[in-house]
């Protein structure tokens, strides 16, 4: 994974802000690319003032929303992809060749449900979750949820989650700031992946709490 990570620090740095967009187009479809690989370097990189748009470079607060502006519109594009996919090729489809990325019939059966029932707030949340993010665009798909709702819903889970990520990121960089997380990008995605872990926790408790409201509501309608 080392050379895998390093050349997606690579990407960023190279191609700056479009290659945020790139990669983070890529984590919210079915390729592994982990946004703590994404966020995190081009976080850094702008601080410094070398992440560029085209020919120009941006520092300061102008840097930092560009950074979380250019990962939300990259999370909507692959989620946008991923969606119309799975609309078109349909469940057949995804029932033969879903294995290859372990995706079963019954866990299709279970995703469906998931978003027949809890609609736009199951999508919102989904975008603040490890994992359920990258596929949660197949079953919407599936499910031919209205695209503008699908939409404005993973626009704004993914800009919270971009957020979240970018400020988490410089927390990261000044608490460790003698270290050489940029130069050793195992130690970099460890670091974050162990010190989120609070952040998924309250994440996950807030979506537990908006399940059980949408299920007792739904329980006094019937």
Known sequence: ???????????????????????????????????????????YWAELGTLRLGSTAFSGSTAFWLTVLAGTVGSWIGSALTYWASLRLGRPFLERFGKWIHLTPDKIDRAERFVHRYEAGG???????????????????????????????????????????????QHIFQKHRGEDLIGSPESLVRVMKHESLPIVGFIVLLLALYLLAVRLTAHKKN
Do not use: D, N, Q
Not at 6 to 18: I, N, P, T
């Open 1 to 43: 994974m080392h050379a895998l990570i390093g050349f997606w620090f690579g990407l960023v740095e190279k191609l700056g802000y479009a290659g945020v967009v790139l990669l983070m187009a890529m984590e919210s479809s079915i390729f592994p690319v982990p946004s703590e690989a994404v966020m995190p370097p081009a976080v």
């Open 123 to 169: 999508i919102f949340f989904a975008r603040l979750l490890p994992v359920v993010r990258h596929v949660v665009s197949i079953p919407a798909g599936l499910a031919k949820m209205h695209f503008g709702v699908f939409s404005s819903m993973t626009l704004a889970g993914s800009f919270v989650w971009c957020f979240i990520l970018a400020k988490f990121s």
